[in-house]
């Protein structure tokens, strides 16, 4: 070997080695990413896509709704302290500041063979990675008249925040003095564990101050309280003695639009003015439709490590669609925290690196008992390589002592900084 | 002369092999660490702010005005219960020392 050849081998080790790195870079630029669904999941993944590839992968977002409003703090629009406009976010943000393309449209059908997405519109889409965060679908069919009663209005759920949130303040508003405003929670796991409870808090607020002498029946098909339950209780002992009437192992298997008559499971027969009935939930429909839901048909099973789908390649499940891990709640942070490590993974792998083997989560979820105080539930997830999983760290997270209004201003310092981190 | 030229043609060989590997592993180990340490920042972001800038007077404590080493020092007391609070006791105690110091060193004043 003389010294041109040696020169001229280290140059070609050289081209490789740029070329090599800057083949992986290419692949990062040149993906494409779709992120179907713009809630706390998909929001936050378009924009840390952005930001963990220093703004140079290539991200679209697709949701149907002009706006984002919040699910978590809805629950004081029901109560009427707060007004949706307060809980409304653009979604313009993602586009002007970070570079996202939003088509304001829904998707109708994925073929993960083929990787495209076919959207509501007609079009069709490409796609290298996909991350889909549909949130929640309501599985009406597993109460028995549910469809008809909401069809007619006699019922609603508005456990996706929007214009049933108000029309529910409204029916609220409505009832009787003496009235029963009756609010039923489906077996776990469902969006938002403490949602029906604060609800229920809200609910009965108003009708303390308005109409004191009606009642919120809460009919729980869990055998207790799934979430913060010696807190709320102490506060319904406490706040709502007389007005809140908690009944465990109550599970509502049919309603009677006409008569506005409830049938469980187990018990007698329950009529209430206002019926706010929350049937069993499932992935959101474009994740079963697209055979995602591959843990009973109802959740989606993902790696933890990057949050891809067991059942296919490249598409990645965030928030209330998957099946949880253990400890883990469907919730809005919690949606937003899987989003960012998904973020990450993906930008690892199409960069070409090891994926980040010690992804964190964190969860906190506010729970108003009145307009003003609050209660938490925090907690820390760390993955855990040898079970593939997310595991709380021992002796971490927990619950507020005691309702307080120092929490109720954390609360909303929260919202005002997951809706920034998520959509601003 | 030629037993020169032999050595260079093995340490030729031995860097053409590791090139092959060896620098740009390092060029992505360096990024990707960088990219696990941002993350590991992200946790905290839902509550305090993208990079630790919160929203102004929105209600929760700004952590963007501590340098790293302030930082570091509260998060190490709500660890240890030194220092109290309603969830940051809570949360510290779920991160290690060294995520704690990743933490401050990625979203401490600059």
Known sequence: MDRRHFIGQSAAALGLLAGFSGQARANLQKAEILVIGGGYGGATAAKYLRLFSNNTAKVTLIEPNASFISCPMSNLVVGGSRTLAELTSPYDNLSK??????????????????????????KTLRYDKAVVSPGITLMMDSIEGLVQANKA?????????????????????????????????????????????????????????????????????????????????????????????YLPKHNVTAVDAKTKTIKLEVQDDIKADVLNLLPAMSAGEIAVKTGLANSNGRWVNVNFINFESTAQKDIHVLGDSIQVAPAMPKSGHMANSHAKVAAAAIVAELSGWEINPAPVLTNTCYSFVNEREVVHVASVHQYNAAEK????????????????????VYAWGWAHNIWADSLG | MREKYLKSAILGALYIG???????????????????????????????????????????????????????????AFKSGAREGTIMPQLAKGYSDEQLETIANQLGKK
């Open chain 1, 153 to 245: 209005g006699v019922t609603l759920q508005a456990w996706k925040a929007g214009a049933e949130t108000v029309a529910l303040h409204k029916q609220m508003t409505s009832i009787r003095d003496g009235g029963t405003f009756a609010l039923s929670i489906p077996e776990a796991p469902y969006r938002c564990p403490p949602g029906p409870y604060e609800r229920a808090c809200q609910v009965a607020n108003y009708l303390k101050k308005n109409k004191p002498k009606s009642k919120v029946l809460i009919l729980d098909a869990n055998q207790d309280v799934t979430s913060k339950g010696a807190l709320f209780k102490k506060v319904w002992a406490e706040q709502y003695s007389g007005i809140i009437e």
């Open chain 1, 97 to 122: 500041r970070h570079g996202i393309n939003i088509i304001q449209d829904s998707v109708a059908s994925i073929d993960a063979d083929k990787k495209t997405v076919k959207l509501a519109s007609g």
């Open chain 2, 18 to 76: 590791l090139s092959h590997w060896s620098p740009y592993a390092l060029a992505q180990n360096a990024d990707a660490s960088n990219l696990y340490k941002r993350s590991l920042a992200a946790t905290c972001a839902n509550c305090h702010g993208t990079d630790g800038i919160g929203v102004p007077n929105a209600g929760m404590p700004i952590i963007n005005n501590l340098t790293s080493e302030q930082m570091l020092t509260q998060l190490k």
């Open chain 1, 389 to 408: 999983t997310f595991k709380t760290v021992p002796g971490s997270g927990g619950l507020s002592p005691a309702p307080s209004t120092l929490e109720g």
